[in-house]
């Protein structure tokens, strides 16, 4: 069966953390790519197992102490960043400080504030679920939780402007106004709904992308115009996956 780029570099990561842990239990100290695929691998696991956000985080902090790995690792691996596949979507999760040996840094930290891009405008996100929904600053807009409802026409190309790492909370029945910024760099995408893997700014990738998600269920928003349901939208991400495997598999 093909797996989605997302899918491969999951299993990816727990062969690397498998072997990582090989190690560790005979007694050797980890180096840099060893902690780091350790650490994201239980965050994905205990994000699967049904930890929040903030729970996975903290567990991921004390996994690993300066002992367990080489001398300078912990210079090297200030954070650690990965995404994980929450109840209420993918997020992104870092784990600062995760060998326990910047304690004293906190004065520092605080005067060093994240960074936050400016806004370019703002955009109205309503959820329609049953429980809260967090957004981050670093996934793409127009593919967030498909209970989400907003202008996903609107939203495509753009992020929230907020600073990374933090996480704003939508709860149920709840409509915000949030600041949104283009994504920068090469603008390239991949992952998330899987709906775009490649350039934001080809044209005709973008009508696809937006008609794959309203066919499978994604609350939006058209012209003013409410489309889709809570119904469809329990089954948006099933219907997307379904029609993704019909689209890679060989004819």
């Known amino acids: ?14 062969v690397q953390a498998s072997l990582a842990q090989r190690r560790r239990d005979r007694g050797l100290r980890l180096n840099v790519p060893e902690a780091r695929a350790l650490i994201a691998d239980a965050v ?7 930890l929040t956000l903030v729970e996975a985080r903290d567990r991921a902090a ?3 102490r300066e002992d367990d790995v080489l001398p300078d690792v912990p210079a090297v691996l200030g954070e650690i960043r990965i995404e994980a596949r929450f109840d209420d979507g993918t997020r992104l999760v870092v784990v600062k400080d995760p060998f326990g040996v910047r304690a004293d ?3 520092t ?15 109205a996100i309503a959820n329609e679920a049953t429980t809260a929904i967090g957004l981050t600053s670093h996934i793409h807009l127009a593919e967030v939780n498909p209970r989400l409802r907003l202008d996903r026409s609107a939203a495509f190309g753009n992020r929230l402007a907020i600073a990374t790492g933090e996480t704003v909370w939508i709860r149920p ?3 915000v106004t949030l600041p949104i910024t283009p994504i920068t760099g090469a603008r390239v995408v991949v992952g998330a709904s899987g709906v775009v893997d490649g350039p934001l700014d080809d044209p005709a990738a973008r009508e696809r992308a937006l008609a794959t998600l309203r066919a499978c269920g994604y609350l939006d928003v058209v012209d003013g115009v409410p489309m889709g349901d809570a119904g469809t939208a329990d089954r948006a991400v099933a219907a997307l996956m379904a029609a993704r495997g019909r689209e890679e598999a060989p004819r």
Request: hydrophobic share 30%; charged share 25%.
């Open 44 to 50: 994905c696991e205990w994000a699967r197992d049904g």
């Open 109 to 123: 930290e605080r005067r060093q504030p994240p960074w936050t891009p400016p806004p370019i405008g703002s955009l």
């Open 173 to 175: 029945g709840e409509t």
């Open 62 to 64: 004390t996994l690993l």
């Open 1 to 14: 069966m093909p797996m989605t780029p997302g899918e491969g570099d999951r299993l990816l990561l727990h």
């Open 105 to 107: 840094d906190a004065d």
